[in-house]
């Protein structure tokens, strides 16, 4: 997460901190999760027979088609892979891994909430650091109808001042009174003091208006608190992400909030958002605080390939990506302030933090505030004016796939705007298999890095052997196909991306050489 500064007692706000860089968490070597993605064709007897062949003390299931075992003995992942050899039922085997935390109304701190207002000092552009948020909440807000947003972090103090009227309310009356759920306690959650969770819900959410502390972006968000992080390590499991999201999805959240990571491409987590798009949830990613490009160096959630999710890097209020922020020209969507974000910790207080952590909530609390204000829009409706209806920033432009930050009040008029023909297709795949490359068996597998469109989305990827289209795939964390079988001799191959409104991209052709008597 990022550094805390405290407001009290309230002052001017001084220099921005720098972003904290959390180190990066290594993928373990044993463990006694063993995460497992269930073939959909498996019989009951055939999932059994994976609980029996790790000897599972118990097991969970998620999104995805996944299920979590804990195993009695830390085990490695090649263990595992070898207990489920013959099993036909387990489609991929892996460890769990560890995600972190990445961190004009009457309310007295208002007037440090840069990001929210249009007074700060332009750049050489003429441009303005802030989301133009204020614009919309000139409008009639107060109708806008209510929209649950998860926060799968390491929970919220509903007891603060600023939230206690946020909070979501589970209808379910086993459980009165609870407002989230507890992961690592498997237990319903009432409130948590943790203050990374805290900030990220305030600035979603905080009451406007009410005299006291900070304001929200989304005066309308009812937050759900689904706690997966510990605060005394830190550090929390891919799988209780996954099973935080697919709780958020099945108690009906709208829009889930992100502000973790963890290092590579988690299958797990990454099937537990695509598993909530095809629900019609949008899935809000912090970049990470690394300073590095997450599409060279992976990250999970913020590189999962789903339509749903929206990537955010860190802008400062010098209108610049944020030192410590990731970011990535395929990975990340847009930029949002993350640096020195006034918002409510535990205790009643309010603090200082920096961070993509803090970046996130501000586009999650826009997504809320648009399905608000325009209940009949579609959420796919609401992500694509959001991505349309940016702030273009010429700094951003190596940096993001919009080239862009958070403007709340462009992505309204692009929502009200009805939807705009795509006219350009998605960025080019690129290849991962050398020019040249010899195969010596018939049937070459070819592999390409995920392609980017942020207004329409991947649809598909088509292969072409030779001017055919021979095999059709649809965007995944890995992007491999293995074509047909092909005679002995040189192939020209290319991959073409087809994004939501049928316009192709392809990469340039290459060759491959097969030789099955080399």
């Known amino acids: 997460m990022g550094m805390r500064r405290s407001l009290a007692p309230l002052a001017a ?7 904290a860089a959390a180190p990066a968490v290594a993928a373990p070597a044993q463990g006694d ?3 497992v993605k269930i073939d959909p064709s498996a019989t009951r007897a055939d999932v059994a027979g994976v609980g029996a062949a790790l000897d599972a003390e118990s097991s969970r299931a998620s999104l995805g088609g996944w299920r979590v075992y804990r195993v009695p003995e830390a085990v490695t992942e090649a263990q595992a892979r070898a207990a489920l050899a013959g099993s036909d039922a387990a489609d991929r085997v892996a460890l769990d891994t560890l995600m972190r935390p990445s961190a004009a109304p009457n309310d007295p701190y208002y007037s440090l909430q840069w990001a929210l207002k249009d007074d700060n000092p332009a750049d050489g552009a003429g441009m303005r650091a802030d989301i133009d948020v204020e614009s919309v909440m000139a409008g009639d807000v107060a109708s806008a109808a209510p929209v649950t947003v998860a926060v799968v972090d390491s929970g919220v103090d509903f007891t603060h001042p600023d939230l206690a009227g946020a909070a979501w309310n589970n209808p379910d009356p086993a459980y009165p009174g609870t407002h ?3 992961m690592l306690g498997n237990a319903p959650l009432v409130s948590f003091p943790d203050a990374h969770a805290t900030h990220v819900a305030g600035i979603i959410a905080a009451t406007r208006g009410n005299g006291v502390g900070v304001a929200g972006v989304a005066p309308n968000a009812r937050i759900m608190s689904l706690r997966f992080i510990d605060p005394a390590t830190n550090n929390g499991s891919s799988s209780n992400a996954a099973l935080a999201i697919t709780w958020a999805v099945q108690h009906g959240a709208t829009v889930i909030n992100g502000s973790f990571g963890g290092p590579g491409s988690t299958g797990v987590v990454c099937d537990a958002i695509e598993a909530a798009a095809s629900r019609g949830v949008v899935f809000v990613a912090s970049a990470g605080n690394a300073g ?3 599409d060279a160096t992976p990250q999970t959630p913020a590189g999962c390939r789903s339509a749903s999710v929206i990537g955010v890097a860190s802008i400062d209020r010098t209108d610049t990506l944020s030192g410590f922020s990731n970011y990535g020209l395929r990975g990340i969507d847009l930029a949002a302030p993350g640096g020195e974000i006034a918002s409510t910790v535990p205790g009643g207080a309010y603090q200082y933090m920096n961070g993509t952590s803090m970046a996130a909530p501000h586009v999650s609390g826009a997504v ?3 399905k608000g204000l325009r209940p009949s829009a579609s959420l796919a409706a609401i992500r694509q004016a959001v991505l349309v209806g940016i702030a273009g920033r010429p700094g951003l432009a190596p940096r993001v796939a919009t080239g862009g930050q958070l403007d709340v009040a462009a992505a309204l008029y ?3 705007r009805g939807p705009v023909a795509d006219a350009t297709g998605p960025a080019a795949p690129a290849p991962l298999v050398a020019d040249n490359a010899l195969f010596t068996r018939s049937a070459p597998t070819l592999a390409w890095a995920e392609a980017r469109d ?12 030779d001017g055919q289209v021979v095999r059709a795939a649809v965007p995944s964390i890995e992007n491999v196909v293995t074509a047909p079988a092909l005679a002995d001799g040189t192939h020209t191959w290319q991959v073409r991306a087809v994004n939501g409104a049928g316009l192709a991209t392809a990469l340039p052709a290459r060759r491959v050489v097969v030789a099955t008597s080399a």
């Open 33 to 35: 999760v063993v995460l």
């Open 13 to 19: 706000a001084a220099a921005a901190l720098a972003g």
């Open 368 to 370: 809320a505030l648009l």
């Open 454 to 465: 942020p207004e329409s989305g991947v649809d598909r990827y088509e292969l072409v052997v």
């Open 180 to 182: 989230g759920w507890d």
């Open 292 to 294: 590095v490009d997450i």
């Open 414 to 416: 692009v929502l009200d």
